[in-house]
Each structure stands twice: as C-alpha cells, then as structure tokens.
C-alpha cells in the first residue's frame, strides 16, 4: 500500500507539473518523510545550498506560496489520495 502511495503522489505531482524530474519526485518523497536539508543533501549527492535551491525551484513548479509549510502542502496531497482510496 505505501508504494501504491507513493507512486500517485508522483502521479499527483507529475499532474500538477509533469515538468518535474525524478530527482524532484525523490526531494519531495524525502521532504513528505520530513527530513531536514542536512538529511536530504547526502541522499541527493548535493549541498546544504543545493537542497534549498532544489526545494525553492519545486515550489515555485507547483505553486506553493512562501508562507506555505512544503511538506504540510505534500502531506495534503497525501490526505486527498487516501480520501479518493476510501471512497
């Protein structure tokens, strides 16, 4: 179930910009498991600085204002696929 999950969010995310790398996909899959900058730079083979420029660059992909929490953003998409699961 949870890699059915996570491949709609990519799904979802691919819908709200199918511009979106893979790489994208994975720093939002690491942001969802609310993982700090410090955490993801290793796993993405990047900088502290890299992350952040990566995050910023997704955000403005999807449209998520500066005063939106990103990961609170990825866990609503989350919450809205588990409501259509149910249904």
Do not use: W
Not at 16 to 31: D, G, H, I, M, Q
């Amino acid at each position: 179930p949870t890699a059915a999950l996570a491949t709609n969010r990519h799904q979802k995310l691919k819908e709200l910009n199918p511009s979106l790398t893979k790489r994208e996909l994975r720093l939002c899959a690491f942001v969802k498991m609310d993982l700090s900058n410090k955490e993801i730079a290793p796993l993405l083979s990047i900088s502290i600085r890299g992350v952040e420029n990566a995050r910023y660059r997704v955000r403005k992909k999807l449209n998520v204002q500066h005063e939106e929490n990103f990961s609170s953003y990825l866990e609503s998409l989350v919450s809205d696929e588990k409501k259509t699961h149910l249904e």
